[in-house]
């Protein structure tokens, strides 16, 4: 240290003495220098005690070194060489080697972890601006998928959608259009892309095409939602040419019942949901039927007429209400083949030998004899199902030529007719024809006899028809007429039955209610 009142020269002589000794003792140390602690951890206990080092500035803080573990000390600790005389590997600088760096390194990491530990939290941050690129960009929301859409090409979607353009108005900017209900993400997403496609109608047809008619159909919803008339378009045009099942079916149905559009581009689709000239299914039924009776493939025919059944009945999904089944129209293909079926046995009686008491025909004839009474019984079955068939009752009645020519041909023939009756007493009996009194008889006296003739031979082939069911509905329909009228009958088939045996129906159940009903129980005999 100077003394006072020397010279300039001495003073910068032992100025430089001084520096000269410092930088000795810098190369010869005497032992290592302290080392400084490395924090590299942002979790500083606030509460931890400090020190002031001698190496730095005033005002900077350092954590004290932790002391070392109990556990850890070796007894060869004070005889560890000096940090300077460790081995270093070629080219591999040591963290601490100067004390200077090591200071260094010490003083501004804890600066560092004082000022974030000691200083306020910052305010938060303004939101940063946007560019104005970004700024025209258009957001469709998706209320019920919570899903944001990002549209770049903003004026395209503007010019394309009505609904975009109102909501954005003439401006350059972007903006926000929400998007409520049940919508598909990829429907949405397939509208905007047709969007920004050209004016290409085969590249929208493909598209759809690989989308498939489900997402067509959403697709259609979406653009008569926005308003986009070229998607309108597209979409009607792809599902007219593809086909649809019935759920799709419906979806289009109401979608076109939903939003109006124009006719001109609906045409050929609405062609395909209505008829342009609506006309009735009464007479289209009367048509197919028409056909089934003139077929002449069995197969075919036995097939159409469950399709038709199918149609018709009462619990059919095809049909609106009754009035669209009058089934009176059918009397007239009744009358065809009743007059048809006469015609055959006139044919058959007049190839026969005139001495011969029992014809018999051919296989051509016989085949075509069934024909025409399966397609009267079919007839009938649905008249009687439609509670129409009480002309019909009166219709085979009056068949005069037929029940005299009964007896003329064998029993494999004649017992076709036989099924008819039987039809019409089932029916009778089980309440299904409400016919009048004189018409019941008349049908009686026509051909309950010819049905005692046959039974067995309906025993034999019954072609569906129950015989239990059979003998119960020939008793309770005879049992409507009146007593007198139930006596000649009972009494005939009493004598029939005593021949034939079980050859003949067996209708004792109800001739016992005639007997108590007549003898027992009478009005007379309890007054």
């Not at 009778?428 to 006296?445: A, D, E, I, N, Y």
């Not at 409507?480 to 009494?491: A, R």
């Amino acid at each position: 240290m100077p003394t006072p009142g020397a010279s300039p020269a001495a003073t910068a002589a032992a100025a430089a003495a001084a520096h000269r000794h410092r930088r000795s003792r810098r190369r010869h140390p005497q032992g290592p220098p302290p080392r400084q602690p490395w924090c590299c951890s942002f979790a500083l206990d606030p509460l931890t005690a400090v020190h002031r080092s001698p190496h730095l500035p005033p005002g900077t803080t350092t954590t004290a070194p932790p002391p070392p573990h109990p556990r850890r000390r070796s007894k060869n600790a004070a005889a560890a060489p000096p940090l300077s005389r460790r081995m270093r590997s070629p080219g591999r600088v040591s963290p601490v080697d100067d004390a200077t760096a090591a200071c260094g390194a010490s003083a501004s990491s804890s600066a560092r972890l004082s000022s974030v530990s000691e200083c306020p939290p910052p305010p938060p941050p303004p939101p940063p601006r946007k560019p104005a690129a970004a700024e025209r960009v258009l957001r469709i929301r998706l209320v019920s998928k919570g899903v944001i859409l990002e549209v770049a090409e903003v004026e395209r979607v503007r010019r394309e959608c009505r609904v975009v353009g109102r909501i954005l108005g003439g401006g350059g900017g972007g903006g926000e259009v929400v998007v409520e209900g049940k919508v598909e993400v990829e429907a949405i997403r397939e509208a905007v892309e047709m969007m920004l496609e050209d004016v290409d109608e085969a590249a929208a047809m493909r598209r759809l095409s690989r989308a498939g008619v489900a997402r067509a159909i959403a697709v259609l919803e979406v653009s008569f939602s926005l308003m986009f008339d070229r998607g309108v378009t597209n979409c009607l045009k792809y599902l007219e040419a593809v086909p649809w099942n019935e759920p799709e079916e419906e979806r289009i149905k109401s979608l076109l019942l939903q939003y109006p559009c124009n006719k001109a581009v609906s045409q050929d689709l609405l062609a395909r949901l209505q008829p342009q000239e609506p006309s009735s299914s009464a007479e289209l039924v009367v048509e197919l039927m028409d056909s089934i009776t003139k077929g002449t493939n069995n197969n075919a025919r036995k097939d159409l007429r469950t399709l038709v059944d199918g149609i018709i009945s009462r619990t059919s999904i095809y049909i609106k209400s009754d009035k669209e089944l009058d089934m009176k129209n059918i009397y007239p293909i009744c009358h065809t083949c009743l007059n048809c079926l006469v015609e055959l046995f006139g044919e058959a009686s007049d190839l026969g030998p005139s001495g011969q008491t029992t014809i018999s025909v051919g296989k051509g004839p016989h085949e075509r004899i069934c024909k025409q009474v399966e397609n009267l019984t079919w007839l009938l079955q649905i008249l009687i199902d439609r509670q129409m068939g009480e002309e019909f009752v009166d219709l085979w009645a009056s068949q005069n030529t037929l029940s005299t020519m009964h007896e003329r041909f064998s029993p494999m023939v004649r017992y076709e007719l036989s099924r008819i009756s039987a039809t019409i007493f089932i029916a009778m009996g089980s309440g299904k024809l409400h016919c009048t009194g004189s018409s019941r008889l008349g049908v009686f006296k026509a051909w309950f006899r010819p049905l005692l003739m046959d039974f067995g031979w309906l025993r034999r082939c019954p072609k569906g028809l129950n015989m239990a069911t059979l003998e119960d509905g020939i008793g309770q329909a005879l049992l409507t007429l009146t007593l007198k009228h139930q006596q000649v009958l009972f009494m005939e088939w009493f004598e029939t039955f005593s021949g034939q045996g079980r050859e003949c129906p067996n209708l004792m159940r109800a001739f016992q209610v005639w007997w108590r009903r007549s003898f027992v129980r009478s009005l007379d005999s309890s007054s």
